[in-house]
């Protein structure tokens, strides 16, 4: 039984040669799985989690090297013809349908694309139960956890990147590559690494300075120093500081191509993040204080000022 949920944790990226692993091991809830690799080339692939069902499916979730989320049904019954697209509907809590395409990856494995920010994955992070609908066939599926199952299998993505596997060579060609071939390859991957990691890092960034926005808002017409506003919306928000500097971490060490001092970066990324919250607060406060005196006291009542919105 545990090789085939290993395998079909594998198979859920129909990678062209089979995945080594789990290494580490996520447990949320009733999902359970970790970290894979390719057997071809031993490098980081993805990671995955499946959860088993009363109806004898199981549905697994998975999160590419590159960022790139599929979720995945099978079933040891099914007689699916490899290769074929299905045209099915998966409905969240009797409200919410969404119309997928799924990929027939073996006979008994479907899988479906989950686009970051699509209303697929919003849906099945917030939802308690999914029904998986083909023609006149419907299956339920509780939720479980999904809500903290998708951070964990992304902080494994983001942690799993120098993992290396074992090394089949019968798996694919990359050992006749010549040189030149192989240098190309690795210093296209490791660009193509940098960009996701950097949109990534820009990512959070925006969503932290919103949060610091909303957050320092209410402090900008008090008379506490902008380093004190700075250091209060900041703590408000540390989930997402701490995100970023997790970020630019992760950057460096890219960079390196080794370890960093993580300490030593996670405190200059915290100051260098208060450094341009303060000139932000300092740049609103002026702002505010000068559209004060360009405009006549309203009589009664008026609007809190509120930061600008670059932060």
């Not at 899988?111 to 699509?118: F, G, K, L, N, V």
């Not at 610091?212 to 500081?241: H, N, Q, S």
Request: charged letters at 20%.
């Amino acid at each position: 039984m545990l090789r085939g949920v290993v395998l079909a944790s594998s198979l859920l990226l129909a990678l062209p040669a089979h995945a080594a692993g789990p290494y580490g091991k996520i447990v949320v809830g009733n999902w359970s799985g970790g970290a894979f690799t390719n057997d071809a080339t031993g490098a980081f692939s993805h990671c995955a989690v499946n959860a088993g069902y009363r109806n004898g499916t199981r549905m697994l979730t998975s999160i590419t090297a590159d960022f790139k989320w599929l979720i995945g049904f099978a079933h040891p019954n099914w007689r699916l013809k490899p290769g074929a697209r299905l045209n099915l509907q998966l409905v969240f809590d009797r409200s919410s349908r969404v119309d997928v395409t799924a990929d027939v990856k073996t006979a008994s494995l479907l899988t479906i694309a989950m686009p970051d920010d699509s209303q697929l994955i919003n849906a099945f992070r917030r939802g308690s139960y999914l029904e998986l609908v083909a023609n006149d066939q419907r299956l339920t599926f509780a939720l479980t956890s999904t809500g903290e199952m998708l951070p964990a299998l992304a902080a494994c993505a983001r942690q799993s990147a120098s993992i290396r596997g074992p090394v089949n060579p019968s798996a694919g060609q990359n050992a006749a590559r010549p040189p030149e071939a192989e240098t190309q390859a690795s210093s296209q991957a490791r660009a193509e690494k940098k960009a996701v990691l950097e949109k990534t890092r820009d990512l959070i960034r925006v969503k932290m300075m919103t949060c610091i926005g909303r957050e320092g808002t209410p402090m900008l017409a008090t008379d506490e120093k902008a380093e004190v506003v700075a250091k209060a919306a900041m703590i408000f928000c540390k989930a997402d500081v701490d995100a970023l500097a997790q970020a630019i971490i992760e950057i460096q060490e890219h960079d390196a191509s080794r370890p960093v001092d993580r300490e030593a970066v996670r405190r200059a990324a915290a100051q260098s993040i208060q450094d341009v919250v303060v000139a932000q607060i300092v740049k609103s406060r002026g702002e505010m204080l000068s559209r004060r005196n360009q405009q006549p006291p309203a009589p009664t009542g008026g609007g809190r000022p509120a930061m600008s919105p670059s932060i």
